[in-house]
Nanobody, 124 residues
Framework: QLQLVESGGGLVQPGGSLRLSCAAS????????IGWFRQAPGKERGGVSC????????NYADSVKGRFTISRDNAKNTVYLQMNSLKPEDTAIYSC?????????????????WGQGTQVTVSS
């Protein structure tokens, strides 16, 4: 069974850091572009970042550029989202998703497999 599992969320103070992980089971990630999305209470889900299958191309939402870094370790079948300088407005449920193509695309509709999400709360 194809499955993505996120981990690493939690409560952090403003200015702090977290590293989210997205681990795959039942399939290997090396042929898939992986995106991170987030949804805050009362808001629509939005894209945060994406990395292509080789790891050679990444993109970021304007709101997280310079603070978040996406990376992947295909040998570990895992994608990471390093989040630094966190702000209260980063509070959301973060989900990873796999796209059955090598290149990233904006928009959740382009992604085929989804994890359940992990809560990130930024608060003092």
């Amino acid at each position: 069974q194809l499955q993505l599992v996120e981990s690493g969320g939690g409560l952090v103070q403003p200015g702090g850091s977290l590293r989210l992980s997205c681990a795959a089971s039942g399939f290997t990630l090396d042929a898939y572009a992986i995106g991170w999305f987030r949804q805050a209470p009362g808001k629509e889900r939005g894209g945060v970042s994406c990395i292509n299958s080789s790891g050679g191309s990444t993109n970021y939402a304007d709101s997280v550029k310079g603070r978040f870094t996406i990376s992947r370790d295909n040998a570990k079948n895992t994608v990471y989202l390093q989040m630094n300088s966190l702000k209260p407005e980063d509070t959301a449920i973060y989900s990873c998703a796999a796209r059955s193509f090598s290149a990233c695309r904006r928009g959740a509709d382009y992604y085929d497999y989804w994890g359940q999400g992990t809560q990130v709360t930024v608060s003092s």
